[in-house]
């Protein structure tokens, strides 16, 4: 499944190449015409262009053709070095439609040189691949929310494909296949997650939406768990258990109410059990969800009391 439109064959050779002098014309400020051109400022002798060059050439390679590069060794081009004032290295300019649009100097981090590639092939017209990613990502999410599960783990899968550490991609297939109620592929999903991306939100979430739907096969009748509770209000088991019962029945608000009652009235009780799900819950939801934004707020009072 072809998600990105865009010159996704485009050939290295064509998208980053060595410059001089002589070609920077042709390389840079004619073929900035048409798309942005990043130039990257280095020499031999610079240390940090070392690490630079690598992750820019990647940024670039991974956007299929929005944007191009060209390498300058400002040793051999000490001309145009002057012409741009550029004193330090590395500096790297973003041209487009032969004008200089863009740019930094020194070492940056991978996610500041993604967002620098983005930033110019916005600022040219373009889309970025990862646009595209992220909203096809949103599509796959609406599809999840209006039930269309499998559809929605084809199109997680699909991004995946295009990028393998897309992490609310990452996320969304874990959470398909919990709606599907194939645990065991979300586990191995999950398990299965780059390194990079294994402690990012998304992750951690899907995660806990796991962890939930495991308590959830194993729940027992909210009816008589209520009828425990109500007759014996110190069993805390009974009343943990009627917390997961009411989670695993759609009722989250009413879960965090119990599971605040039972830190409430033994915080230590099996290992701080209650505050432990408390957490799992929160991170299973949305950061800025009421139930989270409440519970934790209670939660808080009752920890610093």
């Not at 200089?100 to 983005?118: C, H, M, R, T, Y």
Request: charge should be negative; proline fraction near 5%; hydrophobic fraction near 45%.
């Amino acid at each position: 499944m072809d998600i990105l439109n865009g010159a996704g064959g485009a050939p290295a050779a064509d998208l980053i190449k060595d410059g001089s002098e002589a070609t920077f014309m042709a390389d840079v400020v004619e073929t900035s015409q048409e798309v942005p051109v990043i130039v990257d400022f280095w020499a031999p002798w610079c240390g940090p262009c070392k690490t630079l060059g690598p992750m820019l050439e990647e940024a670039v390679t991974a956007a299929k053709g929005a944007v191009k590069m060209v390498k300058i060794n400002v040793d051999e081009a000490q001309m145009i070095a002057g012409q741009l004032q550029i004193q330090s290295i590395p500096t790297v300019y973003a041209f487009f439609k032969g004008q200089p649009v863009d740019g930094f100097q020194g070492a940056l981090p991978g996610s500041e040189i993604k967002a620098f590639v983005d930033r110019v092939i916005a600022a040219a017209g373009g889309e970025s691949p990862g646009g595209q990613l992220d909203e096809a990502v949103e599509a796959a999410e609406e599809m999840l929310t209006s039930g269309a599960a499998v559809d929605a783990a084809q199109t997680f899968a699909a991004i995946l494909g295009e990028d393998p550490n897309h992490a609310a991609a990452y996320g969304g297939l874990v959470r398909a296949h919990i709606t599907l109620d194939d645990l065991d592929q979300a586990e191995a999903i999950l398990n299965g997650a780059p390194a990079e991306i294994s402690d990012t939100p998304e992750l951690e979430a899907a995660h806990a939406q796991l962890e939930l739907a495991k308590q959830a096969a194993d729940a027992g009748p909210v009816a008589e768990l209520s009828a425990d509770v109500e007759a014996e209000p110190d069993n805390h088991q009974a009343r943990f258990d009627l917390a997961l019962a009411l989670h695993a029945n759609g009722n989250v608000e009413e879960a965090v109410a119990q599971l605040l009652e039972l830190f409430r009235r033994d915080r230590e009780w099996n290992d701080g059990a209650a505050k432990t799900q408390l957490f799992t819950i929160f991170d299973a939801l949305k950061p800025n969800d009421p139930v989270v934004l409440n519970g934790r707020r209670k939660l808080s009072s009752m920890i610093f009391a």
